[in-house]
């Protein structure tokens, strides 16, 4: 058995969504920004595009903006964000994906840009009456949290968070490359200045993603270039990226009740397999709830295994693909960043296991069979 269980980091691309991505590798190749037929047709593929990802998330097309991913998303929110509002003070929580977490450094080096981290408790729950706190404090902020977390599966509510931003008049960004196209989000109902998405995170193509910029929150552009994306984002498109991006994220909405059925009863078959079978097993953050986390991430805790690189290597060998979250340099783990903020048990082996519509319930115990034989070798 081939087992991929690593689609937090990325998803196959669907066989449909690749259709209609190769006639514009073939004969939809024109320039969008060329005059002739050839261009004005491949422009309006895009803009087709983009009307497509605004009606699912219940937004107006021109507050679509494409960018290479959700990381250049993220930047080109929060960088000229900070740098035009003036804004004095960010705040955010430690358990940020990178592309917030080493936005945010470059900020405080290059502009002195304050810094300030929510609590959160043990689990790595947000704590809101200290958001409210900070609020009150850092009247010249803005505030990023992520709905949902790529290591541990916690999700924020939005719509709690946002709320406090507006009591405060706060400008509100969250990072929601795990949640678009798994989640339904509608725009209309949460006041909230910006949000991202991915393609690869929901069976669409690698290097294409968005950035939703409410009306009411005009930025500059981030790439200095030509007019395309209304000015904001000079450089001639990536045309099937984006018509990828569209399609796939309509497939993932208009099939998202049953995928997520599916794959909840995954992760809870697989909890209740491991919670039988491995003495001792813990479910890192609130990986185990069916509500607050991520039904596509389980973060799993296993005692009795010393080396973490050891046991991912093992799985590896049995076609295994998970991971630990975490950046390795040098051969030295130098952990995850989320896991170290929040309380884990040092000595267990932690490894995230992260679910698609494509995996099964027999994948599920063949890994479990497995951590089992490597646990007991
Ligand atoms: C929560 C989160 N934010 C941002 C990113 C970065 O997205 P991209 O790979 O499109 O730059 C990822 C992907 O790993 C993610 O999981």
Known sequence: MNVYFDNAATTPIEKKVLDKMLPFMEDGFGNPSSIHKRGR??????????????????????????????????????????????????????????????????????????????????????????????????????????HGNNEIGNIND????????????????????????????????????????????????????????????????????GAQERNMRGGTENVYGIVGLSEALYLASENMKPHRDKILSLKKHMIDSLKNKIKGVEFNGLSESADQSLYTVLNVSIPDIQDQQMFLFNLDINNIAASAGSACTSGSDSGSHVLNEISIKKNNVNVRFSFSKYNTIEEADYVVDKILEIKNF
């Open 158 to 225: 939005l719509k709690s968070i946002s709320k406090l931003c507006d009591q405060h008049n706060i400008v509100f960004h969250s990072d929601t490359v795990q949640t678009v196209g798994h989640y339904p989000i509608n725009l209309n109902d949460i006041n909230i200045h910006g949000i991202v998405g991915s393609a690869h995170k929901f069976h669409g193509p690698k290097g294409i993603g968005f950035l939703y910029l409410n009306n009411k929150h005009k930025i500059s552009p981030f790439i200095h270039g």
């Open 41 to 146: 047709e491949i422009k309006s593929a895009i803009e087709k595009s983009r009307t497509m990802v605004a009606e699912i998330l219940c937004c107006e097309p021109g507050e679509i903006f494409f960018t290479s991913g959700g990381t250049e998303a993220d930047n080109m929110f929060l960088i000229n964000t900070v740098l035009e509002k003036k804004i004095d003070t960010i705040i955010t929580s430690k358990i940020e994906h990178h592309a917030v977490l080493h936005c945010c450094d470059f900020l405080n080096k290059s502009y002195n840009t304050n810094i300030k981290h929510v609590k959160i408790d043990e689990k790595g729950k947000v704590d809101l009456e200290d958001l409210n706190a900070l609020l009150k404090k850092n009247k010249n902020s803005v505030v990023s949290l992520m």
